[in-house]
């Protein structure tokens, strides 16, 4: 009889003013009647929660499992004050939830979110596609799911599950932007194109959408389409220098130096920007034949950006054009260090090292050159050539003249900016 009367108090039903404290007297007076209920306990414990203290309701529902162990309301509200708190035993209790109602798809799916958030991945995607087997609607699994066959890199899997969270949720910009992600994952260049054009469709103004759409359009050599939505970039965000460095990029790829000079130019006036525009100005004047003004630029580019592995690598290499060998392989020492793992830098340190008759660094860089690039015939072939310079028999004794000249690297890549 008080359990009805805290109740209605708390309503406010019938003629009764609506009081949570009244209530929690009244439910409180019950418990003293009989303290085993566990309905009473669990009421009380939501009212605590309701008004802030936590700790009250977790004693409230406590006592309630302890009365009855299989009493699913409080046990769901003990795992949820867990989960709130962090502590893992959220896990268990939303275990025993599931194995006391197993077709409970919310707890079955919070149980999912657990074992996602404790890095219990293959377990959490059993559990939510159990949920999804019985609901294949329920969107807020199809999320879920998503999320953990992200951290799995389950790509194929994952694209299925995010065109089936598209389909529920047609016009959700943020599903279409991971569905595009998840084309690119397993190559899936055109649809994720197609993907991010839907989503300019809806959302003209997004610039990850302009961004991420222009880069496969420039990647398949769609000069007009890719130029255009930089351009609706630069022209959304004027102050970030990012379009500007993309439509430098984008001409760059497309063999107009004279277009991408203008566009990495204007990318040297913002603020901070004057190390990657001038070594890129520096890698078109490379292209150009100009070694004199691609050291110019370049040699600013590595005052400024010094712990830049590709820029020191490309004055390196303006430096070696104007034979000037000693300055270049000082660059590239600094480049390896940056990048040791960069086969193209060990296969042109060996070059340099070569032209300065500094054979065994040569020999060094050339075997380093193949074990991070075992296909690179052109170490292996200045490799064969050296063997006889440095490890020399009675029978064979070779000059580096007659060894001939060793092949000149070709690697002259471009910053993408900031």
Known sequence: MLYGRGVATY??????????????KILGHSLVIDPKVPETRRFLGALHLENGRPGHARAMWSMAVEARPDYLPALAGLAALDRNEGSAAARDRYARLV???????????AYGEVLAEAGQLAQAQAELNKVLEASPDDLRARR???????????????????????????DSVDA?????????????????????????????????????????????????????????????????????????????????????????????????MMGEAYGNLGVIALRRGQPKEAQWFL??????????????????????SNNRPEDALNELHA????????????????VVALRLRLLPEAERCFRDTLRLDPQNEDARHNLALLEPLVRPTREERLSLGEAGMPAQPARVEIEKGP
């Open 11 to 24: 309503l406010g039903l019938g003629s009764r003013h609506r009081s949570q404290e009244e209530a929690i």
């Open 99 to 109: 194995e006391l109602d197993p077709a409970d798809g919310d707890m079955r799916r």
């Open 144 to 170: 879920d799911l998503a999320l953990v066959l992200a951290s799995r890199r389950a790509g194929p899997e994952l694209v299925t599950d995010l065109e089936e969270v598209v389909r529920l949720q047609p």
């Open 176 to 272: 279409r932007m991971d569905l595009g992600a998840a084309y690119l994952g397993v190559g899936k260049r055109s649809e994720a194109e197609a993907a991010y054009d839907e989503v300019l469709r809806r959302r003209p103004r997004s610039p990850a959408a302009l961004k991420l759409c222009g880069d496969l359009a420039r990647a398949r050599g769609d000069l007009k389409k890719a130029t255009s939505l930089f351009g609706k970039l630069r022209w959304i965000a004027p102050d970030d220098p990012r379009p500007v460095f993309l439509l430098g990029t984008a001409f760059y790829e497309a063999g107009n130096l004279n277009a991408a000079e203008r566009w990495f130019t204007e990318a040297s006036k913002y603020p901070g």
């Open 299 to 320: 040699s600013r580019a590595a005052k400024r950006r010094s712990q830049r592995a590709l820029v020191r690598y490309n004055y390196a290499l303006a430096l070696f």
């Open 335 to 350: 480049a390896q260090g940056l990048e040791p793992n960069d086969a193209a830098t060990h296969f042109f340190t060996g």
